[in-house]
């Protein structure tokens, strides 16, 4: 019995070292600008003095409610609901941030975009400071690539910090998430439309000497 229970614990404590050691993958970004850094239009490019030290690949919604307009009803953009993943090659791996909608304590509730930590539950909340459609860049039919700047941040209830090193945020390798072409009208006033998207997102941070 001894020995049996033995190679169950040492089972199970390999088991949470591998699960662990999958979301660090994606903290292993070299400090600057290395090959991990996509290219992006330049109006929404990184400030100098700022470092890649974290990403992953969201699956999920851009959120729409329909809304009364002076012309009658138009889409309107309410927030993001998804799932940050680690991503090789495009496989999915393994979760490490949630991406959903939620008030600022920095900014006495102002509504911000909002991502926390899976393992840690630290937080960034982010306002977006420029966007581009560039053709070059951007697939056809989906939301813009953005440049955001952290507007706040908290660290997890045991002091996790992970996303509170967060400077600006890029979104970037879009598709879909757009407002739905049709189906707004004064009739279906309070509709609301989960329109499915994926995107990076990748984090900066100030850069460190080496």
Known sequence: M????????????AQVVLALSLPMAALAQS???GP???????????PDGYALFFKAHAVGSQNYVCLPTASGASWGFVGPQATLFDSVRGQIRQQLTTHFLSSNPAENGVPRPTWQHSFD??????????????VNFVEAGAIPWLLLQAIGTASGPTGGFVLTQTAFIHRVNTSGGIAPATGCSSANI?????????????????????
């Not at 001894?2 to 404590?13: D, L, M, T, W």
């Not at 991990?36 to 990184?46: F, G, K, R, S």
């Not at 539950?121 to 560039?134: C, F, H, L, T």
């Not at 609301?192 to 100030?206: E, G, K, M, T």
């Open 36 to 46: 991990d850094t996509p290219a992006v239009p330049a109006n929404i490019e990184v």
């Open 31 to 33: 400090e600057g600008r």
């Open 121 to 134: 539950s630290s937080r960034v909340w982010g306002k977006a400071i420029a966007s581009s459609s560039d």
């Open 190 to 210: 309070g509709a609301v439309a989960l329109v499915p998207y994926s995107a990076d997102y990748l984090f900066y941070r100030a850069q460190r000497d080496n």
């Open 2 to 13: 001894f020995r049996n229970h033995s190679a169950y614990s040492f089972f199970a404590v």
